[in-house]
């Protein structure tokens, strides 16, 4: 009954408050200095290359101060401004792809719209709708084209603020987008210690002749919905517990322990007999940059992340289907000699267009975990505080987790991309709604 009640409070609250956004002005922001003659071509790595053809989403929320009138004026001027100066540093954010080969560093500038939002900042973040937040988005997430780099500042009506970010995959992973962040809000409250990026990754993953691979492979335009779901400290501490990953395995992260039980709740609530055929996998986003030798300092830019792909017992005897043993060893398996041959490029290539083409027959289910757990998410202060929530968005891939830290709390959001039908079973889950909280909060709930 209480799960029944959370649902028609949660459909309720979504009928009358559906979040409003009116653009109401465009620009383009470029370099506050030139970008010299020397630096106008930046060749892709062939990592860049692989990479999907999306936008990488995250919005940031800040509250407003006393002064709202002014407060906005300020803000939104020296947001402007810092950007362009922060793009000096980050100036093939201001160019334009070619042929998935360089990015034109040519100064063209960054998209910079902004806009109304027609409701309070706590409605938006106490209840957030993940198909909402794009609107918050400057752009459409499949929708890259040439662009690198678009920006959208959202003001509701209490006066406070979205900073909505859009970044091309094609020169960007995740760690890379938090590092022009954080140097950008560090631009705009004067910090004097700023991160200079280093760019150039091609010399170390040098680009390849893609004939006949598809980056795009598994973006999915329609029917795919997303759900938040939001796990505290306690009810992880007890998947850890509960999950001890086999003999000899080790206790389980929180990761591991939280994408072992999203993953066995998919295939319990999914899985047919007509899928037992079907080879499954799951995939983790590694961090190449610690797997070098030696290792990449924090400021390389680019995509310098791989996935370690692993492949779960399905016999449901196994506990929790052997998750965690399988891709323990697929995790150790990223090391310097799969660095040297993602340098060399063909054989990882040959795989790629193997897998695509398996996956697009549907030989393969593909399940994909990334985690933004202990990013710094929330250390862009632009000159009035930190982010009071920071979200993600409704993305293009199906069967994708997207794990962010709870500002607070020890917690994980668990950001969930499924097909229409497949996310209608899951979140009716028994087993999942007993571990997510049936009371629609901001720190614990089910969106």
Known sequence: ????????????????????????????????????????????????QIAAPVFMPITLFYPADS??????????????????????????????????????????????????VKCQLSQAIDQPDPADLNKLLPCELDNVGDLVLAIQVNTFECGGIAVGVCISHKIADALSMFMFINSWASTARGDGDIVSPHFGLSTLFPPR????????????????????????????????????????????????????????????????????????????????????????????????????IAVPSMDSNEECYGVVNSVRDAIKKINGDYVEKLQRGDEHLNFMKDRAEKITKGGVVSFSFTSLCRFPLYEADFGWGKPVWVGSASLTFKNLVVFMDTKLGGGIEAWVNLKEDDMAKFESDHELLALVSPIPDAKNSVF
């Open 209 to 308: 002749k893609l004939t006949g691979f598809k980056a795009s492979t598994g973006i999915f335009k329609d029917k795919i919905v997303t759900k938040r779901f939001v796990f505290n400290a306690s009810k992880i501490a007890s998947l850890r517990a509960q999950n001890t990953g086999g003999q000899n395995a080790g206790r389980p992260t929180r990761i591991e322990a939280l994408s072992t039980f999203i993953w066995s709740r998919f295939v319990a609530v999914t899985q047919g007999n007509e899928d037992s055929k079907r080879l499954n996998t799951v995939l983790y986003a590694v961090n190449l940059r610690t797997r070098m030798d030696p290792p990449l300092p924090e400021n390389y830019f680019g995509n310098i992340s791989s996935f370690a």
């Open 67 to 116: 002064d709202v009138k002014q407060d906005i004026v300020d803000r939104t001027k020296q947001l402007k401004q810092s950007l362009s100066e922060a793009l000096t540093r980050f100036y093939p954010l201001a160019g334009r792809t070619k042929d998935n080969l360089f990015i034109d560093c040519n100064d063209e500038g960054v998209h910079y719209l902004e806009a109304r």
């Open 1 to 48: 009954k209480l799960h029944i009640y959370c649902c028609i409070y949660i459909y309720i609250h979504t009928l009358f408050c559906k979040m409003k956004v009116e653009v109401i002005s465009r620009d383009t922001i470029k370099p506050s200095s030139p970008t010299p003659d020397h630096l106008r071509t930046l060749q892709l790595s062939f990592c860049d």
